[in-house]
Structures are given as C-alpha cells and as structure tokens.
C-alpha cells in the first residue's frame, strides 16, 4: 500500500528566507509520480509542482523546486524567498500507475502549516 | 479556459437528507476524481471516473454514496440519508489523458 509522511505539522520562516518542506513515501510500483499542493486558508487546492520517478532531473517551477531523493524515498518541497502570501497548508501528494496506467489516485499526506513571518 | 468547476461552493443539510454535488472538469479532461477532506486531516480518495464509466471507486464508502460521469452533463456525487460524520469538504479534480490533476474549489457540506 502507498503511504504518504509528512512529519512537520508546523513550520515557521522569515520572509524572503528559503523553507523545507519533507515528505517522505513509500510505495512497491516502480512508476510514480509526485506533487505538491498548496492549500490557503481560503480552502482551495493549488496545484504547485510534479515530479515523476523516471525524471533525471529535479523539478523546479518559479520559487519552488522538489528535492527528490529515489534512494531515500523523499521529495521535499523548497520555497525559496519565502512571502507573506506562502503562508498555508501544503500537502505532498503520490499518484500510482494504476495497474500500467499512467494516471490513478492521489495518496495525500497530513500536510504541513507554513507560516510566514514578516 | 476556465478551471474546474463546483457547485455549491457551500451546502447545507439536515440529517437524513441528500446532498448531491456536481463538478464540471477543466475543458479537454476526460478523467474526474471525487476527495473528501475531514477537519484538519489531508484529502482522501473516493471515487474516480471517466465518461460513463466508474475506474475506481475503492475509497467510496459502501453505502449511501454514489458517483456518476454522464456522457453529457457534469459529474455528481450524491450522498443520501446524511449523517453529520459526513461534514467535510469535497473535492473534485480533472486530468487529461496523462497529467497533474487540478483541483475544484471544493463544495464544503454541513450537516446538521
């Protein structure tokens, strides 16, 4: 079964500094993919960056890079020059191949607060 | 190209009633999948769907739940005889053939 960790409920940074966020999975199928959401207090959910399993390279989108580790089973989502308007919930999500497809459910963890201090 | 779309953003019912929740996905996805987020808790899996037909529905609850996809019209969720255990926010997303799924704002449901 896919299980999704995310171990820092909380996080705190200062504005326009760089922020961590782990996330960890595990999971049996060789073809999977990894996405991170941001969710504002407004509730919606914001698609923020993938990264596949057969992807040799990082991948980064404006701000925001995946620090993706195979051996380590761990994707961790940087914000680099944190801003006001990062603070959120944000969670790492895992979709299967769905039996040799390439679309299935997301497997979503706990998430993780961000507040953003001025 | 407008995003996906969810209708109520908010809906409130009494105990015993149905709830039916509709999403229209992103132009050109053929594929919809229903997530329901409980208080403080992450999105969890409940039913995925393309045109007319169910793919996979191993999150759904087995009673009182039930998801179509028409060939024409937008998807439904439809939840009868609520309890209040079945507060919470629901989410649709769409994907195309292969991609990201992008997200609904999402219909919060309160029951009462």
């Known amino acids: 079964a896919q299980k999704i960790t995310q171990t820092q409920p909380g996080m705190f940074v200062q504005e326009k500094e760089a922020v961590t966020l782990d996330c960890t999975y595990d999971t049996s199928d060789p073809s999977y993919g990894l996405f991170w959401y941001k969710q504002p207090s407004s509730g919606e959910m914001i698609f923020l960056i993938y990264q596949g399993s057969y992807d040799q390279q990082n991948a980064t989108e404006g701000r925001y890079s995946l620090n993706f580790q195979k051996a380590r089973k761990s994707a961790n989502l940087v914000i680099s020059a944190s801003q006001l308007g990062d603070s959120a919930m944000y969670f790492c999500a895992m979709r299967d191949s769905a039996g040799g497809t390439s679309y299935g459910k997301l497997t979503f963890g706990q998430g993780t607060i961000l507040t953003v201090h001025p | 190209n407008a995003g996906v779309m969810q209708n109520p953003r908010h809906l409130v019912r009494r105990r015993g009633q149905e709830a039916r929740l509709r999403c229209s996905p992103m132009k050109g996805h053929s594929h919809v999948y229903w997530y329901r987020q409980l208080p403080e808790e992450g999105l969890k899996f409940m039913v995925y769907?393309?045109?007319?037909?169910?793919?996979?529905e191993s999150g759904m609850p087995k009673e009182r739940f039930s998801a179509e996809f028409p060939k024409e019209g937008p998807s439904i969720l439809r939840i009868q005889q609520v309890v209040r255990g079945d507060s919470a926010a629901y989410f649709c997303a769409s994907s195309p053939l292969a991609g990201g799924q992008y997200f609904g704002p999402g219909t919060r449901l309160t029951v009462l």
């Open positions: 769907l393309q045109k007319e037909n169910i793919i996979d």
